[in-house]
């Protein structure tokens, strides 16, 4: 049976899956609108698309490191409890064995890659979806690489709500690049060293300081001295390196660093649900609403 927009478009009011899906579907069971529902079901992706506008601010970062290559991703849950649910992990674990071994150069490109179930990434997350019953999304990931001379870092914080990866050059001591990568977590820098900064930004923030100064009544000739001596504490609260070193606050991170013998190449970091605009529901207002109708 030829399958016509009319039979998409029922098949998506009645399922809430993609476009695209529907026209499988119905392909798949030969233009059959019952069995299409059942095959979206069995797929998790009439129940997936109906979670589709819950807000995924919870979940886990995880990091997977095989030989000269590692990986550092979010995925996202509704539930603090569902990120520690089993089928969660091994979700977590199944992508970012696909993003080691495939790289793809965005998430919408891995969404569309094909598995070795020959399941599409999407298709697998939607699966966990039916079976755990929440929202669940791969926000984002970066995969990194090294050289024998290297070191990877990886340090996940508070079972994976704080993950960072980090690089170091010049040494293949993975407890230094570890120290560096907690460090990172907990400092929470911008940038690796003050190079990285953006000279506007410095002036932007040049010009903050001299405001600030100037309202404070300081005399104009020791203004921009001050200013200096700001301009070094803002580096120092964003530049790794400028930063006074966790483990021990006498060092700087530069020269903890280069103590080794090394230089910091990179580090990611990812905080759970960081920049997501979490929803709070205000169950009062809520009866109160279904009361009023």
């Known amino acids: 049976m030829a399958v016509t927009a009319q039979m998409v478009k029922e098949l998506r009011e009645k399922t809430g899956a993609g476009m695209m899906d529907c026209k499988k579907a119905l392909t798949e069971t030969n233009g059959d609108m019952e069995k299409a529902i059942d095959y979206l079901r069995e797929k998790g992706i009439a129940k997936a698309a109906k979670k589709s506008d819950r807000i995924a601010a919870e979940g886990t970062t995880h990091i997977e490191v095989q030989g000269n290559k590692a990986v550092i991703l979010e995925v996202n849950s509704e539930t603090d409890f569902v990120a520690k649910n089993e089928g969660f992990k091994v979700l977590t674990s199944n992508l970012s064995a696909h993003l080691l071994a495939n790289n793809p150069a965005t998430v919408e490109e891995a969404l569309e890659q094909k598995m070795e179930n020959g399941e599409t990434v999407q298709e697998h997350i939607n699966s966990a979806i039916a079976k755990i019953g929440e929202k669940l999304s791969l926000r984002r990931y970066t995969v990194v690489t090294k050289t024998d ?11 994976g709500r704080i993950g960072v990866l980090s690089l170091l050059e010049g040494t293949t001591d993975e407890n230094v690049a570890k120290d560096v990568a907690m ?111």
């Open 149 to 159: 001379a290297d070191a990877f870092g990886a340090y996940l914080h508070m079972g």
């Open 183 to 293: 460090h990172v977590a907990a400092a929470n820098p911008k940038y690796i060293s003050r190079d990285e900064v953006s000279q506007e930004e410095t002036e932007r923030e040049r010009e903050v300081l001299t405001q600030q100064a100037l309202n404070e009544g300081k005399p104009e000739n020791i203004v921009a001295k001050m200013v200096e001596g700001r301009l070094s504490k803002f580096f120092e609260d964003i530049c790794l390196l400028d930063q006074s070193f966790v483990k021990n606050p006498d060092l700087k991170v530069r020269q903890f660093v280069e103590s080794k013998g090394a230089t910091v190449k990179s580090f990611v970091r990812y905080e759970v649900g960081e920049g997501i605009e979490k929803r709070v529901d205000n169950f009062a207002e809520e009866v109160m609403s279904q009361v009023k109708k």
